[in-house]
């Protein structure tokens, strides 16, 4: 079933969701329509399983890097590349096809998506501050929504173009900036050392 998904996934981003029939992804993986009706209910039902499926995949490459990157600067540039990287690959006319077509699952999954990168953002902060590397007096909910915000597939459309011209520059520009903004003395000495002395 993930091969499958996959496949689909890749024939959506090339060639949009709203103009790939059932009838072209039976014809495209040489099977039938019934032996596709067997794991899909209908259009909406394989629309909702990629998606979710696609979801579902970055959730668990995120956690990944929770779990590789002890050190809370670390693990914050490591997943915030990772979404930024992600959001790149979703294109503007896909995101819009989607969200016109087929709006609930769009607005769920976002949703979704949305309420993890919270938690993480979240998660990274108290971790941050038990480590003693972000400062105590800022105020979490502020940071974390700003955060998300600048993270978010619709948001960063608006800079994606001026962005992607010299991506690493750009972005450790802003997670610098960002980092130095939550910071204690330890965390803006570990800053300089890992990133700045490069």
């Not at 896909?94 to 919270?118: A, C, G, M, P």
Request: aromatic fraction near 14%; charged fraction near 30%.
């Amino acid at each position: 079933m993930d091969t499958l998904l996959d496949n689909i996934s890749s024939l959506f981003k090339k060639y949009g969701v709203k103009s790939v029939t059932m009838d072209d992804l039976a014809e495209a993986f040489g099977i039938s329509k019934k032996t596709l009706y067997t794991n899909f209910e209908n259009k909406n039902d394989v629309v909702y399983k990629v998606a979710s499926y696609e979801l579902n995949k970055e959730i668990d490459e995120l956690e990944n890097l929770c779990q590789k990157h002890k050190n809370v600067i670390d693990q914050l540039y490591a997943i915030s590349k990772y979404i930024i990287k992600k959001n790149f690959e979703i294109t503007p006319s896909l995101t819009f096809s989607v969200d016109k077509y087929y709006h609930q699952i769009w607005k769920e999954l976002l949703n979704k998506r949305e309420s993890h990168i919270i938690d993480i953002i979240t998660n990274n902060f108290n971790k941050g501050v038990k480590q003693g590397i972000y400062r105590k007096d800022l105020n979490i909910v502020v940071i974390r929504n700003f955060y998300t915000f600048l993270l978010n597939i619709e948001n960063i459309e608006m800079y994606k173009d001026w962005m992607t011209e010299k991506f690493d520059d750009t972005f450790n520009t802003i997670f610098t900036y960002h980092i130095r903004g939550i910071a204690n003395n330890v965390g803006l000495e570990y800053l300089e050392k890992q990133f700045l002395r490069k």
